[in-house]
């Protein structure tokens, strides 16, 4: 009886085996020479078309999981199912004080700061970054000056991206914003009713969709290949539907993300026809980061599943705490009957931003007020605290092999100074870490093949 063919050996030289292996057993193909004869190449076609197959199927085997996903795209899409929209950028954002102090002579008793005023910052790294104020501000004139406090400007460039609305071509009534450099927090969608009538209607982004009837102006966010989002709208049953001949109007900024954390001492253009205009810097820019990455979806999304948007345990204030703010490396959230005293009623938090800029005062009531305390149960306070810090210091030693070396000593130093700092980075610095001497010996190690040894 002719030998079966194995199918768990898949790459090509052995189902190649494989294949000769068969047909020598059938009383057919007896006498021939695999190796010369014509028939080889026939093997090779067969093997390589098996083993193709196999490759392409253990990789769409890969991409139907989160765990094991790898193509950005996948991730996000499994993402989604657990109604988790991935974070876009985030524009940095700083704090100041805009006076305008008018001509003598002047009568005006109001000002308005339109929304989207463009102010540039001093340069980093050689480039001036646009900010914006995010909504239109008044003030009276006092003192013979009109004074805007606490203003915030976030850095990106106004965009506006415009869809008409024909259910013929598009059904699921869904429009790619075609813009990756989004921050979505920015977005406003407003629905004009056609190209003659200018009247428009405001959506929200839907939060719950148990309070929504066919009467709730709302829009959804979600993905879009290409590390883009999409909105889309109801139906007429969950969310108002769409008529033919809408015009959907996307405003959002456009933002350069984290290179422009830091930036401070702004400079506007006249205002309202003023031009002594001075902007007095409270907070430099923070809080700006990237898209979110795809191991943070993977990480992130089951975590998001779980919350489901409220904070009742720990973790989910770290969780929900990190995704609408970024700019955090590493959070840690305790309850107060885990304090040192313990303080009942209270949840206390401690984090770190990637930048490792202080936390001003400002910044953390804000954060309280806009993030924690709408997902937070009424009867528990939120305090936001400064982490300690506990700071190591290495006196090293490493063995080396001149024969091997190439660099100077004080090359040698920098490399397993820059080694040190890159454990630190990954390892370290952040809540819950443990400092293991052999792992810092074995990154010291790795930093030149000359090192032998280090203690």
């Not at 936390?359 to 924690?372: A, F, H, S």
């Amino acid at each position: 009886m002719a030998e079966r063919l194995h199918i768990t050996e898949l790459d090509f030289d052995t189902i190649k085996n494989n294949f000769k292996t068969f047909l020598k057993n059938q009383s057919t193909f007896t006498d021939y020479n695999f190796e010369g004869s014509g028939l080889s190449v026939l093997l090779d076609i067969l093997a390589y078309n098996t083993f193709y197959n196999a490759y392409y199927t253990n990789m769409v085997a890969n991409e139907m999981f989160l765990d094991t996903a790898l193509v950005p795209d996948a991730i996000r899409s499994h993402a989604k199912a657990l109604n988790y929209v991935p974070v876009s950028r985030r524009c940095p954002t700083a704090i100041a004080t805009i006076t305008v102090t008018p001509p003598g002579g002047n009568t005006q008793a109001t000002l308005t700061l339109d929304k989207f005023t463009q102010f540039e910052s001093e340069a980093i790294d050689g480039i001036n970054y646009t900010f914006v104020n995010a909504e239109a501000l008044s003030v009276y004139k006092e003192v013979e000056k009109f004074t805007f406090t606490d203003v915030e400007l976030k850095q990106g460039v106004p965009q506006l991206s415009t869809f008409l609305y024909d259910s013929s071509t598009n059904a699921k009534r869904e429009f790619t914003i075609p813009n990756a450099d989004i921050d979505t927090s920015t977005l406003s969608i407003l629905v004009q009713e056609s190209i003659s009538n200018t009247q428009v209607k405001v959506y929200s982004l839907s939060q719950d969709v148990t309070l929504l009837d066919s009467n709730s102006y709302i829009y959804f966010l979600s993905t879009a290949p290409n590390s883009l989002y999409k909105v889309s709208f109801g139906d007429g049953v969950i969310g108002r539907a769409l008529s033919n001949g809408n015009i959907v109007l996307a405003n959002y900024l456009s933002t350069d993300g984290e290179p422009a954390n830091g930036a401070n001492n702004f400079a506007t253009r006249a205002l309202s026809g003023f031009s002594n205009v001075s902007v007095t810097p409270i907070s430099a820019a923070s809080s700006g980061s990237d898209i979110e990455t795809a191991d943070d979806i993977r990480f992130h999304a089951p975590l998001a599943y779980t919350s489901q948007n409220r904070a009742v345990t720990a973790k989910d204030y770290e969780f929900l705490i990190q995704q609408a703010y970024p700019n955090i490396r590493s959070i840690s959230a305790w309850g107060g009957e885990e304090n040192d005293p313990p303080v009942f009623g209270k949840v206390f938090i401690a984090y770190q931003l990637k930048t490792d800029a202080p936390i001003n005062d400002t910044e953390k009531q804000r954060i309280i007020d806009e993030i924690i305390r709408p997902i937070s149960m009424v009867t528990v306070e939120p305090v936001v605290v400064d982490p300690n810090y506990v700071y190591l210091k290495f006196t090293t030693t490493v063995d080396i092999d001149k024969k091997l070396n190439s660099l100077s000593s004080a090359e040698l130093s920098d490399l397993i100074r820059q080694s040190i700092i890159d454990y630190a980075d990954t390892t370290l610095n952040r809540f819950g870490s443990t400092f293991v001497s052999s792992r810092l010996e074995a990154a010291i190690d790795a930093s030149s093949a000359s090192i032998i040894g280090s203690d």
